[in-house]
């Protein structure tokens, strides 16, 4: 199944965990730490309010994300994933705010990516499935959506399938982090 059918089929845990496994990703290029988002995670297992934590992340990052490394419009694409989650992980915005967050982490990665991007398909035909000639770092990410998606789906959204994804964003966030340490290195 392509991404966008995987999300299309997806429920609201699943959606807000597929989208938080997204912006997780992407907090490199943010300047946060890697625990940033984990009292989300926490909320999300537990089935509580994410409010709280929410308001704590946005807070910790301030508002203009600079890290060394990222490109503005790698950091802006992040800091907006951030500041679209809606305030309930329910609803039809959960839906909304989840594609954008799987565009966004797809193109944070195009930016990112040292290899040439290929063909002139935007980042949206990768995501039906025309993978032909993607970069290794979007096509890792693409994999990574997918694979979360997946096992969201496997486990419906309960606590093994949330640590399952929350193993595989883990992943994802050290191979951006060291891409963002690259850059910052080259530019010295």
């Not at 203009?64 to 790698?74: C, H, I, L, N, W």
């Amino acid at each position: 199944m392509s991404l966008v059918e995987l999300i299309a089929q997806a429920d609201e845990r699943g959606l807000a965990a597929s989208g938080l496994a997204c912006l997780d990703r992407c907090v490199p290029v943010l300047g946060g730490d890697d625990d940033l988002l984990r009292p989300l995670w926490a909320r999300l297992a537990e089935g509580g309010d994410w409010g709280g934590p929410l308001a704590e992340a946005r807070s910790a990052l301030g508002p203009a994300p600079d890290a060394p490394g990222a490109s503005d419009e790698a950091a802006g694409l992040a800091r907006r994933m951030l500041d679209a989650v809606p305030a309930a992980y329910s609803g039809p915005a959960v839906r909304e705010w989840a594609d954008g967050c799987s565009v966004a982490a797809l193109q944070v990665h195009r930016l990112l990516d040292a290899a040439p991007w290929g063909s002139a398909r935007p980042v949206a035909a990768r995501r039906e499935g025309r993978t032909d000639g993607m970069s290794p770092l979007v096509a890792a990410e693409l994999r990574r959506q997918i694979r979360i998606l997946e096992l969201l789906s496997a486990h419906d959204t309960g606590a093994g399938g949330l640590r399952q994804a929350l193993d595989v964003s883990l992943e994802g966030r050290r191979v951006l982090r060291a891409v963002v340490s690259r850059r910052a290195r080259g530019r010295h």
